[in-house]
């Protein structure tokens, strides 16, 4: 640790300790406030691209009948429709499991005695609260790496969820127009 070079100095150093850890606890409830509303946002995603998926599958109806009546070639438009049904719901299924694989988001100290006690309790008060000072700063770094590939996946998730229902605008339109001509 550092030297102090008297007690006016110890209070001030002590004072500033305290000070930083009292905002890097505040930190790390904000990590995981944000950790739980990107797992809210990635169920909204899951949710919203079943739904899609759903009127996907009813709008594969339109190109079906628009080949029955001979407006489209029979096979491959219609089973090409639904190929990129299914691989943008896979991918945003992807980007969905990826965002809220299961993590391990670190804590300041390990809820352990042996590690506590080697870690902390052999010197002083002070050396301890350094030393979870430096422990915050370490896991609050490792956090926000995992934090934000989670969010890169959900945001990657909800660019595909904003394709998604283009795309079927796009074949119940094509289908709509080609029946009723």
Not at 30 to 55: N, P, W
Not at 98 to 127: C, F, N
Request: net charge neutral; charged share 20%; with cysteine.
């Amino acid at each position: 640790m550092h030297q102090h070079t008297g007690p006016e100095s110890n209070e001030a150093r002590q004072r500033t300790v305290t000070a930083l850890l009292t905002e890097l606890r505040r930190q790390l409830d904000e990590q995981f406030r944000i950790i739980d509303g990107l797992d809210s946002k990635a169920g909204v995603l899951f949710g919203a691209a079943s739904l899609l998926i759903t009127l996907g599958s009813l709008s594969q109806g339109l190109a079906f009948r628009a080949a029955a009546i001979g407006r489209l070639p029979p096979g491959n438009v219609v089973l090409g429709v639904l190929v990129v049904a299914v691989v943008l719901y896979a991918a945003i299924v992807f980007c969905l499991m990826r965002g809220l694989r299961i993590r391990v988001y670190q804590l300041p100290m390990k809820a352990d005695w042996d590690h506590l006690e080697r870690t902390y309790l052999r010197g002083t008060s002070d050396e301890a609260e350094e030393q979870l000072l430096v422990d915050y700063v370490a896991r609050l770094k490792d956090n926000w790496i995992l934090i934000q590939d989670k969010a890169e996946w959900t945001k990657r998730g909800f660019a595909l969820l904003g394709v998604e229902p283009i795309y079927l605008l796009i074949v119940v339109a094509v289908g709509v127009t080609l029946i009723l001509d």
